[in-house]
């Protein structure tokens, strides 16, 4: 799907005109790969470029409009995030997968060469994804508005899971991971991501019981499968419940239900060692200071002691001092001990983790 140089020099020519910026071999192998196989070889075609501290590229970026397409841009080149990360907030920011190419395209021309591998892994990913972008957009668009909801929280977990059930019909890879651009091998290296730290935090093993709190289409479950003894899921849209449970049948200990959105009541005390939630707490935190002061009680509650509650990505913010700081607040008053406070420890997504242990 993704690995000819024809198909590379396409995404060259089309993203930014007749000028040669790259070796197409070099980047061939590369992105193709990258995309196909492995994003960490990207590390080696960075190798091969000087580095440039913060000051030289704000100069090379120059003018970015709006600001927030900016911000991304020096995120991405300082770093602070991964190509395909940086491309799904571009879709966000900018509203279309047209208008994305049109702005990577000025600023390839005023960046010169060689061409930061990361802006050029950015740009054929757009257009390898073409489509997928096109739906990533178009769902974006479509997702409520965090700053503009208000009302009580069955009304506000009504409307995501009218957004869910929706989406998932779509595209189910986008739907629960943005920057997968639709494409499960993408979204298949984010989640190894996650599971290879769940497994260096010493979570996992075939004795563990574990419960995500919005498991969507049940990546999380299907692959961590292989290294717990049981995997159930719990989420408030039906229909994601109902791609889950297709997408992993034939797994004996992966389970799934639905769920209220507002408590953990369907589990007794003690039930599990590891509760955690991905990508989803955000819109737990949607539903209100009262849901999520409920969710850390309940989490203690169905913890066996000693047993970790994991949360990836806290609120919507944009703040993690502030996570940080309401974290500390809660898991205090729920009984646990804080054992990381929103650290970053991914390359590829962007998640921040928060690890309580019980007792
Ligand atoms: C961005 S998706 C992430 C899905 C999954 N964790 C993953 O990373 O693939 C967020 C999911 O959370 C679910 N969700 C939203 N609010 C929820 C709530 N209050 N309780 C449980 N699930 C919720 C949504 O239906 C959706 O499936």
New binding site residues.
């Given amino acids: 799907m993704f690995g000819t140089k024809k198909q590379c020099l396409g995404a060259f020519f089309i993203v930014w005109g007749s000028e040669t910026m790259f070796e197409p071999s070099k980047h061939c192998s590369t992105i193709s790969n990258n995309v196909s196989g492995d994003f960490r070889q990207n590390e080696q075609a960075m190798a091969e470029v000087e580095p440039l501290d913060w000051k030289e590229i704000d100069v090379r970026l120059g003018e970015v409009e709006p600001e927030i397409a900016r911000e991304v841009l020096l995120d991405l080149l300082t770093d602070d995030i991964s190509p395909v990360i940086a491309l799904s907030r571009l879709l966000l920011a900018l509203g279309g997968a047209q208008e994305t190419e049109e702005l990577l395209a000025a600023v390839a021309r005023r960046w010169g060469r060689p061409l930061d591998p990361r802006l050029r892994e950015m740009a054929v990913l757009l257009h390898d994804h073409r489509e997928g972008c096109d739906r990533v957009a178009d769902m974006l668009r479509e997702h409520p508005d965090p700053l503009r909801m208000s009302g009580p929280p069955e009304e506000i977990?009504a409307t995501?899971?009218r957004f869910?059930d929706r989406s998932?019909t779509r595209n189910e890879e986008a739907?629960?991971?943005a920057y997968s651009l639709g494409d499960p091998g993408i979204?298949s290296q984010v989640?190894e991501e996650v599971v290879a730290q769940l497994r260096a935090w010493d979570l996992l093993g075939p004795d563990r019981s574990t419960l995500?709190?919005?498991?969507?289409?049940g990546?999380?479950q299907a692959a961590l499968s292989p290294y717990v003894g049981e995997a159930h899921g719990?989420?408030?849209?039906p229909k994601?419940v109902e791609t889950a449970r297709r997408r992993c049948a034939g797994l004996p200990n992966v389970s799934f239900s639905v769920?209220?959105?507002?408590d953990l009541a369907d589990f007794p005390a003690e039930r599990f060692d590891l509760v955690y939630?991905?990508?989803?707490f955000p819109?737990?935190h949607?539903?209100g200071p009262e849901?999520v002061e409920t969710h850390f009680h309940e989490a203690a509650r169905v913890l066996k002691p000693g047993g970790e509650f994991v949360i990836l990505h806290f609120s919507y913010r944009d703040s993690t001092e502030e996570d940080r700081a309401e974290v500390r607040k809660l898991s205090r008053a729920a009984g646990f001990t804080l054992v990381m406070n929103g650290a970053q420890p991914f390359k590829l997504w962007d998640g921040v983790a928060f690890r309580m242990r019980k007792g």
């Fill in positions: 977990v995501f899971r869910f998932v739907s629960v991971a979204l989640t995500e709190i919005g498991c969507g289409i990546r999380m719990i989420d408030i849209s994601m769920s209220s959105g507002r939630a991905v990508d989803s819109y737990v949607q539903a849901v």
